[in-house]
């Protein structure tokens, strides 16, 4: 259940994220030229230091060898030369058919823009240049999904072209000066011959071209094997993902029914055999449906079958039997005899029929027909299961339902009819898969999440940014196709219709729905996030018994408080931003100046905060072990009421500066905390009277909030624990959520803290954080010539609650060598695993901002801390 309120906060956040993403987009389309203008002064920037933790090879990685610097060394953002990261050409595949082409295209991180502004916003104040950090490994990035109509084949050239997809796209800014392999594209179906020249015309690109069925073999294989909650049956309007075992998904039938069909048995990877088609598919019912129903697209057409009645248009068993079964071969009165029969008897025109009933009864008719033949393949090849993909079949319940019967009902339930959630992008799919260098080829099993369908801020409806131009403005193609997606919703699956169930013969599907879905929350359109999750934490105790919330979120009552708490929580942190920014009034805008002033406001606490750390760990080095212990441990939990996800922070927020509230805050930290195991902690660190302990050999800290909290509390601890030889491993969140600092900030972060400390500075050294030996290091403790090192890691999550069943697996590398885990937070040691057990030794860290938590948890009241310590059990 902290899923729902994981995705909650997921979605508010992802709602203003596309938004501003999209916003960033645009801006970094039009600056891009800018930032190109460098001279040739070069400077050699060293490849990266080895990190003592590999980093996961399940997803494309950023080739920072022989890395340089083009331009000026002493320019803000100089461009940096990557000449071996070739992944960023493999973005971009086509699918050209006889009715869609299909687009795939990877974007390498989807805060790419994002990260970009707010690094540049926070580095400005902090005077940071590109030159002494090491550039970051990427975490994860998108691969996104498009489809046109291939007779609109321009739109698709003006497309590509407005995000610069032929040319590098989102990284060109990488790659600049490395762009002659740029003008191959791989491209599929039929439109790859036909258009050929047309590409090169309009785009100056070649399209490399790709076999058809390689390439609808290789996507439904990636998919099947890469993508959990991919494939699903749809029976009488029920829908079930299908978890496939990848090391038992062959042999299949493969029917890809897009303008025409073709079945494709499958016996592995590149081994299969095209046994079938059929000239019957989704072109005949479009083509055929358009001629009859004057239809203008094909969703319209679609759309009308929901509301038709097929018994008038079909012959039915009954029609030709006086009403009565035909029992002695299992065919009941409703059974249809003959599509479309009906109309041979009757003296009307086309005009007096129902388009309604026209559409249906085409539809039904070609459905069930590919079933049927498909159903035969399968027995002729003994197959037991059938994936049906195509755009033909575009998620549609009565589509899905009439297939699935005709398959069920010949086979006698033998053999069964599975759908793909991809299911027209399996060509393009295919074709994105052979670039040599796509990154995805090593991609562990079901590694694959979709976080949020994109377009979040489509699917509710609402669209945010420009309103829709004329239909030259290139930049708002995405928005206009996304919109047409949206006009139509989900199915409703109907009841069943009376007196039509018989004998076994074919009847009236269940499901015809009154709408039909979006494309958007279809995924039709839409993006896959790539964020390599999913392993197992390895030091939790009893993965079995882990459960990672700590509240029953099941309790409706408690559910429905955290979601109105997090629900009236967003308005007041954009009003916050905007009111940061100065105060606009184009409300309109608000949603968009969000992520700006939020950054800013960020880099203004990292900035805060950096400029009281020397004066905090002057004061440290002047304690003795002990206390120094205490007051950092305390300086932990002061600085963990810097928290967005709190509304009462929030409130203080509105009437204290940085500084103020931290001291208040330290002012309040007065022991006995409500849960205070400090001394536990302080005998196993110190040990007592002539017993002294070793230190940890590494520590993992996942840290919690940007600015103060990191800053003043948790890199004050590393660096404790760093000067007791203990390595230390920060692990930060994936993706942005809330206030908590991302593993792509925290190098900076830490670069700039180590300006002031010598032990920090050379531990990132040693941890490959830092490149460059800093200049101007102020700190007087220089007792630890070489250093163990500080590392920083991402943990798979975008929320600051950590499901510790899923973290990325380099974190669960890092982990095993560790002896110390550190949870500090309310999301991450109070909502989720304050119950949970390690094999190590656990320390949790945690202010409690909420009345009703600290009620709850620990009888206590807000702003109480936890202290809560477990030796390895
Ligand atoms: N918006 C749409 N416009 C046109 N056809 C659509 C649309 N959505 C779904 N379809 C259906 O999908 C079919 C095309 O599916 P798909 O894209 O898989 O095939 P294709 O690649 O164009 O055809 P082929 O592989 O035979 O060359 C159309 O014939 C139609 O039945
Ligand atoms: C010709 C293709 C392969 C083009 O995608 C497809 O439309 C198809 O499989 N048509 C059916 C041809 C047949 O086997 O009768
Ligand atoms: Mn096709």
Redesign the pocket.
């Known amino acids: 259940m902290a899923g729902s309120l994981q995705n909650q906060r997921q979605q508010l956040l992802g709602i203003i994220e596309e938004e501003e993403q999209e916003k960033l987009q645009k801006q970094k389309e039009e600056t891009e030229g800018n930032n190109n203008n460098n001279n040739n002064n070069k400077s050699d920037m060293a490849p990266t230091a080895g990190n003592s933790i590999h980093r996961s090879g399940s997803r494309p990685q950023l080739d920072v060898s022989k890395a340089e610097i083009q331009g000026n060394v002493e320019e803000k953002y100089p461009t940096i030369l990557l000449p071996n990261q070739s992944d960023d050409l493999s973005h971009l595949a086509l699918?050209?058919?006889?009715?869609?082409i299909?687009l795939v295209y990877f974007s390498r991180h989807e805060d790419q823009s994002w990260d970009d502004k707010r690094k540049r916003s926070m580095k400005e104040p902090l005077g940071l240049s590109n030159g002494n950090r090491r550039s970051f490994p990427i975490l994860g990035g998108r691969l996104h999904f498009v489809?046109f109509?291939?007779r609109k084949i321009n739109e698709c050239l003006d497309f590509i072209h407005s995000k610069q997809l032929h040319c590098g796209g989102l990284e060109s800014h990488y790659s600049d000066g490395v762009t002659d392999q740029n003008g191959i594209i791989k491209a599929t179906?039929?439109g790859a011959y036909k258009y050929a020249d047309l590409f090169k015309e309009r785009l100056g690109v070649s399209l490399d071209k790709e076999d058809?069925m390689d390439c609808l073999v290789a996507g439904a294989n990636f998919l099947l094997k890469a993508i959990r909650h991919e494939a699903f049956t749809h029976m009488e309007g029920h829908k079930e993902f299908v978890q496939i075992e990848p090391n038992d998904l062959f042999p299949y039938l493969l029917v890809?029914?897009?303008?025409?069909v073709?079945m494709i048995k499958v016996d592995g990877d590149g081994k299969f055999e095209r046994v079938s088609g059929t000239n019957v598919?989704?072109?005949t019912?479009?083509g055929l449906g358009r001629l009859l129903t004057k239809c203008k697209?094909?969703?319209e057409l679609?759309e009308l079958s929901q509301k038709g009645d097929n018994r008038t248009m079909d012959m039915l068993v009954g029609d030709i039997y006086g009403g009565l079964d035909y029992s002695k071969i299992g065919l009941s009165a409703s059974t249809i005899a003959s599509s479309f029969g009906k109309t041979i008897s009757e003296k009307k025109e086309l005009e007096e029929y129902r388009p309604e009933d026209i559409s249906l009864s085409l539809l039904r008719m070609i459905s069930y027909n590919i079933g049927q033949i498909a159903y035969l393949n399968a027995l002729r090849f003994r197959l037991k299961r059938i994936f049906f993909?195509?755009?033909?079949i575009?998620g549609h319940a009565y589509t899905m339902d009439t297939i699935s019967f005709a398959v069920h009902f010949w086979s006698n339930g033998e053999a069964q009819a599975m759908f793909l959630r991809h299911?027209?992008f399996l060509?393009a799919l295919g074709a994105f898969m052979s670039y040599e260098k796509h990154g995805l080829d090593d991609l562990m099993v079901h590694q694959l999440v979709e976080r949020f369908p994109m377009g979040a801020p489509y699917t509710g409806g609402k669209i945010h940014g420009p309103p829709l131009g004329d239909l030259n403005e290139k930049i708002s193609w995405m928005e206009k196709f996304l919109q047409k997606g949206t006009e139509i919703t989900a199915p409703v699956p109907m009841t069943p219709l009376a007196g039509t169930t018989g004998l076994g013969g074919f009847e009236v599907p269940l499901s015809k729905g009154s709408t039909l879905r979006s494309d958007a929350s279809a995924l039709n359109v839409g993006v896959l996030h790539l964020v390599p999750t999913l392993e197992v934490f390895p030091l939790l105790a009893d993965p079995k018994l882990y459960d990672p919330n700590t509240i029953d979120l099941s309790d409706h009552s408690e559910l429905e408080y955290w979601l109105t708490i997090l629900s009236e929580h967003l308005p007041d942190l954009v009003d916050k931003a905007v009111a940061s920014e100065g105060g606009t009034d184009d409300a309109k805008r608000r949603g968009d100046a969000f992520a700006r002033a939020f950054s800013a406001h960020l880099a203004r606490e990292n900035e805060a905060s950096l400029a009281v750390l020397p004066d905090l760990l002057v004061e440290l080095d002047s304690m003795d072990e002990e206390s120094r212990l205490l007051t950092l441990i305390e300086g932990v939990l002061a600085a963990n009421i810097f928290d967005w996800g709190s509304r009462a922070c929030v409130d203080l927020y509105h009437k204290g500066t940085i500084i103020e509230i931290y001291r208040m805050s330290r002012n309040k930290m007065c022991r006995p905390w409500r849960v205070d195991d400090f001394d536990d902690f302080k005998e196993r660190m110190l040990g007592t009277g002539d017993k002294k302990m070793p230190h940890h050999k590494r520590a993992l800290l996942f840290v919690d909030n940007s600015g103060a909290d990191i800053v003043l509390g948790m890199l004050p601890l590393a660096r404790e624990l760093l000067r007791r030889g203990t390595e230390v491993v920060l692990v930060a969140n994936s993706l942005p959520a809330l206030n908590d600092v991302t593993a792509m900030e925290l190098p900076d972060i830490v670069a700039e803290a180590a300006k002031h400390c010598d032990i920090l500075r050379r531990a990132a050294e040693a941890g490959g954080l830092l490149v460059d030996a800093m200049i101007n290091t102020s700190d007087s403790s220089k007792e630890n010539p070489s250093s163990v090192p500080l590392m920083v890691v991402e943990n798979g999550c975008g929320s600051p609650c950590i499901d510790l069943r899923q973290v990325s697996s380099e974190l669960a590398a890092a982990a095993k060598d560790a002896d110390l885990i550190i949870l500090e937070g309310m999301g991450r040691a109070l909502h989720t695993n304050l119950n949970a057990r390690f094999k190590r030794d656990a320390l949790k860290l945690a202010m409690v901002k909420n009345q009703r938590l600290a009620e709850k948890l620990v009888k206590g009241n807000i702003y109480d801390c936890i202290c809560k310590y477990e030796p390895a059990s």
Do not use: H, P, Q, V
């Not at 993909?389 to 033909?392: A, K, P, R, T, V």
């Open positions: 699918d050209i058919g006889g009715s869609l299909k489809k109509e291939t179906g039929g058809e890809n029914i897009g303008s025409g073709s598919g989704g072109g019912y479009w697209s094909f969703d679609l993909g195509g755009f033909f575009r299911e027209g060509g």
